[in-house]
DNA sequence: GCCCTCCTCTAACAGCGTTAGGGACGCTAC
DNA sequence: GTAGCGTCCCTAACGCTGTTAGAGGAGGGC
C-alpha cells in the first residue's frame, strides 16, 4: 500500500513525542516509515508546512473530543474546562506548543472558534470582547505551554537545581512563597494556568455584572 | 584587544535582530565578529548557552529600565505598565520571545521579582496568589509575544490572505467580529495584549475588594 | 631562553533541508 | 498490444549547520 500524507503527518506526531522538536528531522521521519528522506516531499511540500499539518492534527484532536457547551451550563465552567483541555493537549505532546504556535486557524477549526465565541456573546460580551478575550485565553494557554516544555527541557539537562538556596533575608516575599508552596513538582504548573484562567475569568465576570 | 563573550552576547543580540533566530549561525556571527566560527567556542560553551545568555542580556535590559512603583501608586496601573512593557521588550526583539521562554529567572532578576511580588502582598494578596499571578502575567506575555512572531513569521511568506474570504452565514459571530474591528494590523496585536491583562487586573481587584 | 595561558586558526565529521533527475508500476486510450 | 501518462519512490548531490581535534602564534613570568 502506497504512502499517504496522513501516514507521513500521523508519524511525525509519533516521533516528535519521541525525540520532540529538535530530533525531528525529515531523514529519520523517512528511516522510521522505511522510505528515503526526499521521498517525503511528494507527500509534502516543505519541513515547514508538514509542521503545520502536525499541528493542525494536535489541535484537531484536541477539539474533536470537545464536548459543546450545554444548556443552562455555566459559561465560565465551560470555558475554563475547555482552556485546561487545550493545556493537556499541548503538554502531554511533547513540543507540541511550539509547533502549534503561530499556526493560523485552519478552516477545520473555524466552527470551534465560532461556537466558542457565540456562548461568550450569549452570556452577553460583546463580538469584539468575545474575540479579544478568546484570543487572550489562547494566548495564555500558550504561553503557559511552551514555559512547560522549556522549563521542562532545562530540567532534564541540569539534573538538580538547588532551588531554595537564595537568601531568605535578601527577598523575604520569595521566601514566604517557598515556604507555602513547598517544593515544586509537576501539579505546580497547572496550579498556575489554573489561576490565571481564574483571574480571567472573574474578569470577565465582572464586567458581566457590574454590580450584582 | 581579544574578543569578550560579552562582545560575542552583544553581536548575537544585534544578528538575532537582523536575521531572526532561524537565520542566527554561529558561522555567520563569527563573521559579524571577523572571527572564525570554532573561535566562539572558546568564549561559549555551546550554542544553546550562547542563546540563554541572549535571553539574559534581553530581559537585563528589560528590568534595569523599569521604574519602581512609586508611594501611593496604584499597583493595578503599574502591574499592567510593567506586564506591557515587557511585552513591547519581546516583540520588538525579533524572537526574542522564543529564545527568552524557559530561562530560569537568573540571580540577577530575583530583585525585581522580588519587588513585584512585594507590591501585590503589600496590596493585599497572599504570597502564594502574588506568585502565581506574576507567573500568570509572565506566561501570558511571554504566549503573547511568541503568537506575535510566529504570526509575523507566516504573513511575511503567504504575502497577502484574503482575511474576510469565508462564508459569513456558516459563521456569523466570526463575520460580526471582523466587522467590528477592520483590517488586521500591527495595533491588534497589543489589543489583545491589553485585554487579557486587564481581564487579570479585574480578577486581580474582585479578590481583593471582595464587596467594595 | 623557556614555559604557560590565552586566543585564534584550519581541517574535518556527521547531520540537516532541499533539489535534480531518473526509473518502475499501473491505468487508460487507441 | 502498446504508447502514454500520472503516481510513487529512488540515488546523487549541494550548501548549509553545530561541533570537535589539534596545531600555532602572542604575550607575560621566571
Known sequence: ????????????????A???????????LARELGVSAPTLYWHVADKRTLL??????LLADQWRSAPPIGPGEDWAAWLRERALAQYRALVTHRDAALVVAGN?????????????????????LAPREAFLTLMSVGHFVIGSAVEY???????????????????????????AVAAAMGPPDGARHEDVVRHGLDLMIDGLRARLDPAP
Chains 1, 2 share one sequence.
Open 52 to 57: 503545520d499539518h502536525v499541528a493542525e492534527r
Open 104 to 124: 493560523r486557524p485552519t478552516d477545520d477549526a473555524l466552527p470551534a472558534v465560532e461556537a466558542t465565541m457565540a456562548t461568550l456573546v450569549g452570556a452577553g
Open 149 to 175: 516544555h522549556a522549563e521542562r527541557a532545562r530540567a532534564a539537562e541540569t539534573a538538580a537545581v538547588p532551588h531554595g538556596g537564595h537568601d531568605p533575608a535578601a527577598h523575604p516575599t520569595l521566601a
Open 18 to 28: 519521541e525525540v520532540g522538536l529538535e530530533g525531528l528531522s525529515l531523514r529519520r
Open 1 to 16: 500500500m502506497a504512502l499517504t500524507r496522513d501516514d507521513v503527518v500521523d508519524a511525525a506526531v509519533d516521533l516528535l
